[in-house]
Structure formats: C-alpha cells, structure tokens
C-alpha cells in the first residue's frame, strides 16, 4: 500500500511539474493558440500541485 502511495505521488509531483516546465518555456507560443489566462492558470495550477505532491511524497519517504 504504501509503495503505490510512493509511486502515485512521485509520478504525480514529476508530471505536474514536467507540465510546468513546458508551460513556462513555451508559454508565448502557447499563448498564440490558447488564451493567455488558461495558460498561466495551467502554469500556476501545475506548479503548485506539483510542489505540493512533492512535499507528501518527500515526508512520505521519511515517515513523517
């Protein structure tokens, strides 16, 4: 059970944070196809929830 945690929270915080990444590099091209509120919502949004599933999955591993 608690290896699926460590694996759903890590894959998690690693994908939402991939997804900031790109937002953040490619957000003027972005920003031409979709509006540009969406794409700084989708930035903050990932970044955000990305830290935050970072932070469980780090106080996960030391058994916090």
Same mark, same amino acid.
């Given at each position: ?14 994908? @939402? &944070?991939?997804? *900031? ?8 091209? %972005?920003?031409? #196809? ?6 700084? @919502? &989708?930035?903050? *949004? ?8 970072? %932070?469980?999955? #780090? ?6």
């Amino acid at each position: 059970m608690l290896g699926q945690y460590y694996l759903a929270t890590g894959i998690g915080a690693f994908s @939402l &944070v991939a997804v *900031a990444v790109i937002t953040g590099l490619f957000g003027r091209r %972005l920003r031409k #196809v979709f509006s540009a509120p969406k794409v700084l @919502l &989708v930035h903050k *949004a990932s970044a955000l929830a990305g830290a935050f599933l970072a %932070l469980l999955h #780090v106080l996960g591993v030391h058994g916090y």
